[in-house]
């Protein structure tokens, strides 16, 4: 096996994995939409499920587009609006006064590495 088919290997296993793991949490957004709705209204966001149903769609088509290869930029910028907005709107930990809670906010804000991925 040469590098070259090495690296198209490891490129669609890279898609499948990142893509699958977008769909499956744009998914999540439409079966939860209620209790997803709940949090998003604690954190004072306006038009709860519109927004969380919105963000579900962003996941759905950033999460196809890698998947598929299909315009992956357009899909990869789309999942980065939506990881920065849903980082600075639903986890602020830096806005939380008591320390565990902030510990705890943070370590969920750290689960959006996969944004990393998409860079």
Same mark, same amino acid.
């Given at each position: 096996?040469?590098?070259?088919?090495?690296?198209?290997?490891?490129?669609?296993?890279?898609?499948?994995?990142?893509?699958?793991?977008?769909?499956?949490?744009?998914?999540?957004?439409?079966?939860?939409?209620?209790?997803?709705?709940?949090?998003?209204? *604690?954190?004072?966001? /306006?038009? /709860?499920?519109?927004?969380?149903?919105?963000?579900?769609?962003?996941?759905?088509?950033?999460?196809?587009?890698?998947?598929?290869?299909?315009? %992956?930029?357009?899909?990869?910028?789309?999942?980065?609006?939506?990881?920065?907005?849903? *980082?600075?709107?639903?986890?602020?930990?830096?806005?939380?006064?008591? /320390?565990?809670?902030?510990?705890?906010?943070?370590?969920? *804000?750290?689960?959006? *590495? %996969?944004?990393?991925?998409?860079?």
């Amino acid at each position: 096996m040469d590098m070259i088919t090495i690296f198209q290997i490891s490129l669609l296993l890279g898609r499948i994995i990142t893509g699958g793991f977008f769909i499956m949490n744009g998914f999540n957004h439409f079966t939860k939409l209620s209790m997803m709705a709940s949090y998003a209204q *604690s954190k004072g966001l /306006p038009a /709860p499920k519109a927004g969380v149903a919105a963000s579900g769609v962003l996941l759905l088509l950033g999460g196809l587009s890698l998947l598929l290869g299909y315009h %992956p930029t357009v899909g990869a910028i789309l999942l980065v609006v939506f990881l920065l907005a849903t *980082s600075f709107t639903m986890h602020n930990f830096w806005a939380v006064k008591d /320390p565990q809670q902030k510990w705890g906010r943070w370590y969920i *804000s750290a689960r959006i *590495s %996969p944004c990393w991925a998409l860079c």
